[in-house]
């Protein structure tokens, strides 16, 4: 008689591939952006069936290449100098420094 596996660790194996859905809500990107890396080479994925999959350790490499955020410009000029993102040390609306 076949036994329903259970959530125990030693009846599961290790997850080898990830949906599109699975991938887009762990890496916190669209549908869209996931495809057009598909694509253009830059995230290799595989097809079961009508399934799109990205291997898992496609993942990982992928993640780990990315570069990385520079901390002393985290938000960008842009977002900095914004109407209702002043410069550090400037007052929200009048663009006087604080003090």
């Not at 949906?19 to 994925?45: F, H, M, P, Q």
């Not at 898992?56 to 955020?69: G, M």
């Not at 900095?80 to 420094?97: D, F, T, V, Y």
Request: aromatic share 6%.
């Amino acid at each position: 008689m076949n036994k329903r596996p259970t959530n125990s660790p030693d009846e599961w194996r290790e997850k080898l591939c990830y949906t599109i859905r699975e991938w887009c809500d762990a890496v916190g990107v669209g549908r869209s952006t996931t495809y057009e890396l598909i694509a253009s080479g830059d995230l290799k994925a595989i097809k079961l069936g009508g399934r799109t999959l990205i291997p898992c350790d496609e993942a990982k490499r992928f993640v780990d290449a990315l570069p990385a955020l520079k901390s002393d410009n985290h938000f960008g000029a842009e977002h900095r100098l914004a109407p209702n993102n002043p410069a550090p040390g400037e007052s929200p609306k009048s663009g006087i420094q604080a003090s």
